[in-house]
């Protein structure tokens, strides 16, 4: 594992958390709290990426906890665990940004949106192309594209 890398969940252990939830009571609110405390620390660093502000990554992400808590007992297995927490992290983020101050600045800030969270989830929480691709619901073509289109726009600012 890549220094930084996201912790992710194997399936195994997903599909232990999803038996607790569903069990209810005090094994719902057990299996909840495992999923945010395994997750909470990789899903702020992407809603840091997106917002550029810990105040509004913190709103996004206790705002996808929320919406996670609630439809958690009705998740369906067509995709991962993890990657629908990401999905409703990343919906979150937009909206907490859209809400925020303008003239958010950060290292990235010169890239657009879509570069930007490529390059982020790649070099920074040290995703696959594949789980990016599968996170944002694009190709892994498309991913990778990203990734390039975002390493071009920063080698062409470097020394500006």
Known sequence: MRPGRVPALSAAEEAEILVRVRAGGAARREGAGDLFRRLRE??????????????????????????????????????????????????????????????????????SAGPRLVLALFSIDGLRSGEIAEILGIPEEEAWSRLHAARRMLSGTQGH
């Open 42 to 111: 990789p899903v702020h660093a992407v809603c840091l990426h997106v917002t550029g502000r810990r105040a509004d990554a913190e709103a996004a992400v206790a705002e996808a906890f929320l919406a996670v808590q609630r439809a958690l007992p009705g998740f369906t297995t067509e995709s991962r665990v993890t990657t629908w927490v990401y999905r409703l992290a990343l919906r979150a983020a937009f909206r907490a940004r859209a809400r925020g101050r303008d003239g958010v600045s950060t290292p990235l800030s010169c890239l």
